[in-house]
T-cell receptor, first 114, second 114 residues
Framework: GENVEQHPSTLSVQEGDSAVIKCTYS??????FPWYKQELGKRPQLIID?????GEKKDQRIAVTLNKTAKHFSLHITETQPEDSAVYFC?????????????FGQGTTLQVKP | EPEVTQTPSHQVTQMGQEVILRCVPI?????FYWYRQILGQKVEFLVS????????KSEIFDDQFSVERPDGSNFTLKIRSTKLEDSAMYFC????????????FGQGTRLTVV
């Protein structure tokens, strides 16, 4: 069935370092890959997304890469800051579907130490 | 900025009771979703709703669950006879298109079944 695996489950970095979170998906029909940031007790909020017609997308300190052949996609955060500390979820969706269902990974708890 | 709003923020109910969780999606959106997140776990898809009918549902969404759009603005999730394992954060989300577009999440309703 549809599945998204996310690693690592926890990640601790020093402020200013880079953080990388990786996801793999099982359904080759998936073609939309959003990343959500969830602060404690709050709603998930989209931080970046990528569609399968591109291999990389960047927005300031955040970038996402996609390898369709390997069914991998990754989130890269550079120059991390304490306010980046949160749980990050990757997700996959079939862009052509009429449901918009998102399948989420298990989440990565990122801690940025000042 | 338009937001998805959910009420109540926290609901405590006794096992076996019925609960209704309410959501007001973003006004021009056409696709509506319910997700749940058991404490410390990933966000799980429950159901998607489009054109006044369910477009997809997960295995979690059994006969105890139902959704309704009773008027032009509200979208509700009903759990007919709650179980202890229904305790979770329930998120409503909406999007203006189906697959491949950003889903906007509400702030969630924390359901506690005792």
């Amino acid at each position: 069935g549809e599945n998204v695996e996310q690693h690592p489950s926890t990640l601790s970095v020093q402020e200013g370092d880079s953080a990388v979170i990786k996801c793999t998906y099982s359904d080759s029909a998936s073609n939309y890959f959003p990343w959500y940031k969830q602060e404690l007790g709050k709603r998930p909020q989209l931080i970046i997304d990528i569609r399968s017609n591109v291999g990389e997308k960047k927005d300031q300190r955040i970038a996402v890469t996609l390898n369709k052949t390997a069914k991998h996609f990754s989130l890269h955060i550079t120059e991390t800051q304490p306010e980046d500390s949160a749980v990050y979820f990757c997700a996959a969706s079939k862009g052509s579907s009429n449901t918009g269902k998102l399948i989420f990974g298990q989440g990565t708890t990122l801690q940025v130490k000042p | 900025e338009p937001e998805v709003t959910q009420t109540p923020s926290h609901q405590v109910t006794q096992m076996g009771q019925e609960v209704i969780l309410r959501c007001v999606p973003i006004s021009n959106h056409l696709y509506f979703y319910w997700y749940r997140q058991i404490l410390g776990q990933k966000v799980e898809f429950l159901v998607s709703f489009y054109n006044n009918e369910i477009s997809e549902k997960s295995e979690i969404f059994d006969d105890q669950f139902s959704v309704e759009r009773p008027d032009g603005s509200n979208f509700t999730l009903k759990i007919r006879s709650t179980k202890l394992e229904d305790s979770a954060m329930y998120f409503c989300a909406s999007s203006d298109e189906g697959g491949g577009t950003e889903a906007f999440f509400g702030q969630g309703t924390r359901l506690t079944v005792v």
